[in-house]
């Protein structure tokens, strides 16, 4: 994160704060909001892309105090499930700038995001379409959609490959004819107000090209709209997936590239297929919220495995951060609470479960000496960690202090053995 440095003796600073201060006040594992970082990322897309419309993907990482950030810093907010949609409002996200996806949303949550007035609907199945209609017709209100478009490029970490067949559970399929099929039904509905087109193609994506040809083949579902119907859509959205650098190795765009980039190939597009260019919108998630968090561990025991490695095991682990063992991710790590002139070794920073795929970061060199008590810094984990958190062995989950200007306030909870105790009701 951007404020973090380090101190007079090595240890590591964030927004003005020394780490054992951190975790002598808070305890560890703990994640640790750069707020500062996070909302000038979200400055960053907001005049990257100034006159489009970004919204947070909540995913990410939800709390109300991030709601309360992205909110003051302009952007919209993308929520998939109720309980995210219920976190968004009870922090006072204005619902208008709330984007409701998903594959699978209940009559209960279409009904609370229809009442709640989001700004917009990201259909995926014909089933929510009936859905949506007869609530919206009880209601006596006219949401306003989006269809979610299969586009055929499947992304993957550092390349695209397009693909012919769309063998996934979101959308509708573009080559198969479903997109087009379902944005008539929904032009011909006048209960439904279809405001534009929506694909996102994967996550963690490098390789900007894959973002184009996603444009290009939606604009082009958009002139076959125009073409069958006389109406124009308005409306455009590219979805989210810009990658962040977790190792020294990635090499992700700026904002203001993507910005360029995206925004070339759709006015190209709209200029050689006679359209009206649509006003876009974009669904960062990870580029926003990864970034800004370490998760700050304390080292437990150090084992060095009969030559072959060295485990170096701290007091969270998969948990905490199931990123590695569930998509083979990398990440780094480093001593936080102090310096070492010892030469590296080769470490693997491992957690307190009770499996060994329970990896936190593969390959470290750490210092020599790292030993019980140091603490460990593991940055970027602050997308897709905390939200994917889970009580793995009854170990309780890790809370969040946001830091700013020599300020460290909680923002969400550690758990207790009490609050998990409190579930079990048998
Ligand atoms: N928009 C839609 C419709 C999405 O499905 C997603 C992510 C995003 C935006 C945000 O993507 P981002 O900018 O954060 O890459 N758990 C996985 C990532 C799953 C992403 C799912 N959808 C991980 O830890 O890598």
């Known amino acids: 994160p951007r404020t973090v440095a380090r101190g007079a003796d090595g240890a590591l600073t964030v927004g003005g704060l020394d780490v054992r201060t951190l975790a002598a006040e808070f305890g560890t594992p703990v994640y640790v909001l750069d707020e500062e970082d996070l909302r000038s990322r979200c400055r960053d897309f907001r005049s990257a892309f100034s006159g489009d419309?970004?919204?947070?993907?909540?995913?990410?990482?939800?709390?109300?105090?991030?709601?309360?950030?992205?909110?003051e810093e302009g952007l919209h907010l993308d929520v998939c499930t109720g309980g995210e949609l219920a976190v968004a409002l009870s922090a006072g996200m204005p619902p208008e700038r709330i984007g409701f996806h998903g594959n699978n949303k209940s009559v209960t949550e279409l009904a609370r995001a229809l009442d709640a007035g989001v700004g917009r609907i990201i259909v995926d199945s014909v089933d929510e379409i009936e859905r949506l209609t007869a609530l919206a017709r009880d209601r006596e209100v006219r949401p306003k959609v989006l269809v979610r478009v299969t586009v055929g490029v499947e992304a993957h970490t550092h390349e695209f490959i397009a693909t012919a067949h769309e063998d996934?559970?979101?959308?509708?399929?573009?080559?198969?004819?479903?997109?087009?099929a379902a944005a008539l039904r929904i032009v011909d509905e006048d209960v439904l107000e279809l405001r534009g087109l929506h694909s996102h193609i994967g996550s963690q994506i490098f390789d900007a090209s894959g973002f184009e040809v996603s444009a290009r083949r939606v604009l082009g579902l958009q002139a076959q709209i125009r073409d069958a119907r006389s109406v124009e859509l308005p409306e455009l959205d590219l979805g989210g997936g810009f990658g962040i650098a977790y190792t020294t190795q990635d090499d992700p765009s700026t904002p203001?590239?993507?910005?360029?980039?995206?925004?070339?190939?759709?006015?190209?597009?709209?200029?050689?297929l006679a359209l009206r260019v649509p006003h876009l919108s974009i669904e960062p998630g990870r580029a926003i919220a990864g970034p800004a968090v370490f998760t700050l561990y304390q080292v437990g025991t150090v084992k060095d495995v009969d030559g072959l490695r060295t485990y170096v095991s701290v007091d969270g682990g998969m948990s905490d951060n199931i990123r590695t063992a569930l998509y083979d991710a990398s990440y780094s790590a480093t001593v936080a609470s102090r310096t070492s002139t010892t030469p590296p070794i080769l470490a693997r920073v491992v957690g307190k479960h009770c499996e060994s795929g329970d990896i936190v970061v593969k390959d470290e060199f750490l210092p020599a000496d790292v030993q019980p008590g140091d603490l460990l810094a593991v940055p970027g984990t602050g997308a897709y960690c905390r939200s994917m958190a889970s009580n793995y062995n009854h170990v309780p989950r890790p809370g969040v202090i946001a830091v700013r200007d020599g300020v460290a306030r909680v923002i969400v909870r550690r758990e207790t053995e009490d609050d998990l105790l409190a579930l079990d009701v048998g």
């Open 168 to 180: 996934q559970k979101f959308g509708f399929s573009l080559a198969g004819g479903s997109a087009l």
């Open 53 to 71: 419309d970004v919204y947070y993907a909540g995913k990410a990482f939800l709390c109300r105090a991030v709601v309360r950030m992205i909110n």
């Open 256 to 272: 203001q590239e993507l910005a360029k980039r995206l925004h070339r190939i759709v006015e190209d597009e709209c200029a050689a």
